[in-house]
């Protein structure tokens, strides 16, 4: 054999010898197991698939920031999921690490798990790039790694969301239908949005005017910013109803107990509210609901870790899983509270309280996620 194909020999087997390192999952055809829970976010969606081993399995949570009530709430449901009894025996150890808003800090931790051999590690990524190196570490370990909330942009692993567009059409939906019931076809909507510049926020608010628009109605819509905060949107909504006097509906992307507050102070009738998933909120929903406060609550629940962790394991397993999961959204209405299953008078107006998702099996307590606490697991 001559040099040349001595050397084309070699570099074909380095070449296959560095494909096998980082290979990373494996795309194939869907379906995949539990549809309804781990839906394709649309039909392009690819699925990937990694080797199943047996477990049970060694799952980090990696945090970054924690400085939010909701972030406190996530790390705590992240722990009351991994007692809970339908993962609990597939769980060999679990850890959990808030690293900051520095992405090497977070970026190292990663790390750290994957040298460690943990199977799985979930993150809320501090920063949508600079995760390749990861990405490339966790193909050649074999570990699946899952961004859920603040996802990446990449299609390289698989991520967990909640889709914001359908949220707003759906709020949107719900107010129209209600409306239409009182024989309305028009008439003045107040919408309290998020904060500017979020992609959160535009896209909950294309998805509520998308509805509006083609619904033939002549709607009028009044738009303040509330920044997701009680006391900002219980202001701004208060400023409104006293220069615009009346509303036939509200739509409001956070801070709704603040928004139905300033209704009862101002005297303003209880109207259709469309809102996220405070326990306040859903507490006056319950209490004022016969007076005309029909609503909807629906929110980016801290629960997302949960389905992040289920699917990590489901990925484990060797199922098909598709590349980005599309979380069924987490509704309440008002016909359909019950104290103690989907609010609870006992706990704080600020507890975010969707954290059932009937589709998936995963229903958390409060008490439960309330009993833990937000400090790292090492």
Same mark, same amino acid.
């Given at each position: &054999?001559?040099?040349?194909?001595?050397?084309?020999?070699?570099?074909?087997? @380095?070449?296959?010898?560095?494909?096998?390192?980082?290979?990373?999952?494996?795309?194939?055809?869907? $379906?995949?197991?539990?549809?309804?829970?781990?839906?394709?976010?649309?039909?392009?969606?690819?699925?990937?698939?990694?080797?199943?081993?047996?477990?049970?399995?060694?799952?980090?949570?990696?945090?970054?920031?924690?400085?939010? +009530?909701?972030?406190?709430?996530?790390?705590?449901?992240?722990?009351?999921?991994?007692?809970?009894?339908?993962?609990?025996?597939?769980?060999?150890?679990?850890?959990?690490?808030?690293?900051?808003?520095?992405?090497?800090?977070?970026?190292?931790?990663?790390?750290?798990?994957?040298?460690?051999?943990?199977?799985?590690?979930?993150?809320?990524?501090?920063?949508?790039?600079?995760?390749?190196?990861?990405?490339?570490?966790?193909?050649?370990?074999?570990? *699946?790694?899952?961004?859920?909330?603040? *996802?990446?942009?990449?299609?390289?692993?698989?991520? #967990?969301?909640?889709?914001?567009?359908?949220?707003?059409? +759906?709020?949107?939906?719900?107010?129209?239908?209600?409306?239409?019931?009182?024989?309305?076809?028009?008439?003045?909507?107040?919408? *309290?949005?998020?904060? $500017?510049?979020?992609?959160?926020?535009?896209?909950?608010?294309? =998805?509520?005017?998308?509805?509006?628009?083609?619904?033939?109605?002549?709607?009028?819509?009044?738009? #303040?910013?509330?920044?997701?905060?009680? !006391?900002?949107?219980?202001?701004?909504?208060?400023?409104?109803?006293?220069?615009?006097?009346?509303?036939?509906?509200?739509?409001?992307? =956070?801070?709704?107990?603040?928004?139905?507050?300033?209704?009862?102070?101002?005297?303003?009738?209880?109207?259709?509210?469309?809102?996220?998933?405070?326990? !306040?909120?859903?507490? @006056?929903?319950?209490?004022?609901?016969?007076?005309?406060?029909?609503?909807?609550?629906?929110?980016?629940? %801290? !629960?997302?870790?949960?389905?992040? &962790?289920?699917?990590?394991?489901?990925?484990?397993?060797?199922?098909?899983? %598709?590349?980005?999961?599309?979380? $069924? @959204?987490?509704?309440?209405?008002?016909?359909?509270?019950?104290?103690?299953?989907?609010?609870?008078?006992?706990?704080?107006?600020?507890?975010?309280?969707?954290?059932?998702? %009937?589709?998936? =099996?995963?229903?958390?307590?409060? $008490?439960?996620?309330?009993?833990? +606490?937000?400090?790292?697991?090492?």
């Amino acid at each position: &054999m001559n040099i040349t194909a001595k050397l084309t020999m070699a570099i074909a087997a @380095l070449a296959a010898t560095s494909a096998a390192a980082f290979a990373g999952p494996e795309v194939v055809e869907g $379906p995949g197991p539990e549809p309804e829970c781990f839906a394709p976010w649309d039909e392009s969606t690819k699925y990937l698939q990694w080797p199943a081993r047996e477990g049970p399995y060694r799952i980090a949570v990696v945090n970054g920031f924690v400085g939010n +009530t909701w972030r406190i709430q996530m790390i705590q449901t992240a722990k009351a999921f991994a007692q809970d009894p339908s993962v609990a025996d597939k769980i060999s150890e679990f850890k959990v690490v808030s690293t900051g808003t520095d992405a090497p800090a977070q970026l190292g931790a990663i790390e750290d798990f994957i040298n460690q051999g943990f199977d799985a590690i979930v993150t809320i990524a501090v920063s949508p790039d600079g995760f390749d190196r990861v990405i490339r570490l966790a193909d050649r370990e074999d570990v *699946v790694l899952v961004p859920f909330d603040n *996802v990446l942009d990449t299609d390289k692993v698989m991520q #967990v969301n909640e889709d914001q567009l359908e949220m707003g059409r +759906t709020w949107a939906r719900f107010v129209l239908k209600e409306l239409e019931a009182q024989g309305k076809t028009s008439g003045k909507i107040l919408e *309290v949005r998020g904060l $500017p510049g979020n992609s959160v926020d535009r896209d909950r608010s294309v =998805g509520i005017h998308e509805v509006l628009d083609a619904s033939g109605g002549d709607w009028e819509v009044v738009q #303040v910013v509330g920044n997701w905060d009680d !006391g900002t949107a219980q202001k701004v909504t208060a400023d409104a109803i006293a220069v615009h006097e009346r509303f036939d509906a509200i739509i409001t992307q =956070g801070g709704s107990t603040g928004v139905v507050q300033a209704m009862i102070d101002a005297g303003h009738p209880f109207v259709p509210v469309a809102g996220e998933s405070e326990n !306040g909120f859903r507490k @006056l929903i319950a209490e004022h609901a016969d007076e005309g406060l029909k609503s909807i609550s629906i929110g980016q629940s %801290p !629960g997302l870790v949960a389905i992040a &962790m289920k699917a990590a394991i489901s990925a484990l397993e060797g199922n098909p899983m %598709p590349q980005l999961i599309s979380v $069924p @959204l987490p509704v309440a209405t008002y016909d359909e509270l019950e104290d103690g299953v989907n609010y609870w008078s006992d706990l704080p107006d600020n507890f975010f309280t969707v954290n059932e998702f %009937p589709p998936c =099996g995963v229903n958390i307590s409060g $008490p439960a996620i309330m009993a833990q +606490t937000e400090e790292d697991v090492k």
